[in-house]
T-cell receptor, first 114, second 116 residues
Framework: AQKVTQAQTEISVVEKEDVTLDCVYE???????LFWYKQPPSGELVFLIR??????QNEISGRYSWNFQKSTSSFNFTITASQVVDSAVYFC???????????FGSGTRLLVRP | DTGVSQDPRHKITKRGQNVTFRCDPI?????LYWYRQTLGQGPEFLTY????????KSRLLSDRFSAERPKGSFSTLEIQRTEQGDSAMYLC??????????????FGPGTRLLVL
């Protein structure tokens, strides 16, 4: 079975604080892909990043960074120096190589207060 | 704008009525997906098309739901005899399969359905 768990339902931080969103996944596939999407209040899911299971190199993009650890089945997302515009619901998702349907976690609502 | 588009963005209907939603994928994408998202949850897969062929339907898709993609371009999702439990956000996504690696799915803005 495949599953994605985002244990943090809601996080509230003050602007400029760093924040990490946790994602733990389960899959029996040896090849798989992990994603993060952002859903602002408008509702559209915005693609942020994709990671392949065979590439454990961490990635940084501006204020965003991602830490992929196969040993703990985790793919955590850190926002450095958070801004009010980062307020949204963030979803982690899993795609098995043998599949085409994304398995989403239940999301983490991030509120960045000025 | 060359992203995925969906129409309408919002739909309010009375229980028992039929509704139809439309999705226009990114133009070069041959794969199209429908997902449903209820409040406080992540999206759940409903169905998937490769070109005009519907290759999989989730068990979430009851007999009242039907999806089509007649010419391999836009897709429609119809719900017959709507029930209050159908109230949700219906999301469409598209992707390519240019090579053997699954491509990233890009989502549209969704259609928010409220059944009274």
């Amino acid at each position: 079975a495949q599953k994605v768990t985002q244990a943090q339902t809601e996080i509230s931080v003050v602007e400029k604080e760093d924040v990490t969103l946790d994602c733990v996944y389960e899959t029996r596939d040896t090849t798989y892909y992990l994603f993060w999407y952002k859903q602002p209040p408008s509702g559209e899911l915005v693609f942020l990043i994709r990671r392949n299971s065979f590439d454990e190199q961490n990635e940084i993009s501006g204020r965003y960074s991602w830490n992929f650890q196969k040993s703990t089945s985790s793919f955590n997302f850190t926002i450095t120096a958070s801004q009010v515009v980062d307020s949204a619901v963030y979803f982690c998702a899993l795609l098995a190589d043998s599949s085409y349907k994304l398995i989403f976690g239940s999301g983490t609502r991030l509120l960045v207060r000025p | 704008d060359t992203g995925v588009s969906q129409d309408p963005r919002h739909k309010i209907t009375k229980r028992g009525q039929n509704v139809t939603f439309r999705c226009d994928p990114i133009s070069e994408h041959n794969r199209l997906y429908w997902y449903r998202q209820t409040l406080g949850q992540g999206p759940e897969f409903l169905t998937y098309f490769q070109n005009e062929a519907q290759l999989e339907k989730s068990r979430l898709l009851s007999d009242r739901f039907s999806a089509e993609r007649p010419k391999g371009s836009f897709s429609t999702l119809e719900i017959q005899r709507t029930e209050q439990g159908d109230s949700a956000m219906y999301l469409c996504a598209s992707s390519t399969n240019r090579d053997a690696v699954p491509e990233t799915q890009y989502f549209g803005p969704g259609t928010r359905l409220l059944v009274l």
